[in-house]
């Protein structure tokens, strides 16, 4: 595995000091940005694979980070953490951009576990099995799911990894209805935290761009009490 590169954004210097070390022990290297605003002015896309990212920091926090990662189109996965397990918060994270998201106090291999499944995630994403070469077209849109490019008319969208690794799982299994929790699994990890309303929503997002009339799409079909169904 290439030596892959970790930062951690946390106040509490025990704390990430302690996953640093788990962390090089795995064989990944660890960054340790104390605050959000250390992590904005630290981070470099070309050299960060993974954000662990606490929420509640000094000065701005965890969601405002990763809004700003976001808005740059930086496609770095992230990792919240947080002291507060409540669903507000794991859709905030989620809606923020945020691939999974660990409440606090949390068992160190859990955490390691889900590092190790958002780089295999990423990997599916960019491996010659899923792969799609040349522009796609669904709907009123063409795709281009290795710049994560989407165009429809004179409009052209900067897919989310989120909206590009949904977009693609249905496009390889066209014609055959997806249900909810395989998604989930495929585009969080088993296991995560996203529900299926957090699927539907992404699904609506995906709409207005591909439908040439959203409330009664053609192409990406609902199956009731399923999933989704992609048809060409």
């Given at each position: ?123 599916w ?29 004179d ?41 299926t ?36």
């Amino acid at each position: 595995m290439p030596d892959r590169v970790v930062m951690v954004v946390e106040d509490d210097e025990m704390l990430a000091e302690g996953l640093k070390e788990a962390l090089e022990d795995e064989g990944y290297t660890a960054l340790i940005s104390p605050t959000g605003e250390r992590a904005l002015e630290q981070f470099k896309p070309e050299l960060v694979d993974l954000v662990i990212l606490d929420i509640m920091l000094p000065g701005v926090d965890g969601f405002y980070v990763c809004e700003e990662l976001r808005k740059g189109a930086y496609k770095v996965p992230i990792l919240f953490l947080s002291a507060k397990n409540t669903d507000d918060d794991r859709i905030r994270g989620i809606e923020a951009g945020g691939d999974d998201y660990l409440p606090k106090p949390f068992n160190l291999d859990e955490l390691l576990a889900r590092v190790k499944a958002i780089f295999r995630r990423q990997e599916w994403l960019t491996s010659p099995k899923a792969d799609v070469d040349g522009l796609v077209r669904i709907g009123k849109a063409t795709v281009d799911f290795k710049s994560y490019k989407l165009t429809t008319g004179d409009e052209q969208v900067e897919l989310s990894v989120k909206e590009c690794m949904m977009l693609k799982l249905l496009y390889l299994n066209r014609g055959q209805v997806v249900p909810r929790e395989k998604i989930i699994s495929a585009v969080w990890g088993a296991g995560a935290t996203p529900t299926t309303r957090t699927v539907d929503n992404f699904i609506v997002r995906l709409r207005r761009w591909i439908e040439p009339d959203p409330d009664e799409p053609r192409f990406i079909r609902t199956v009731r009490g399923t999933g989704y169904q992609l048809v060409l």
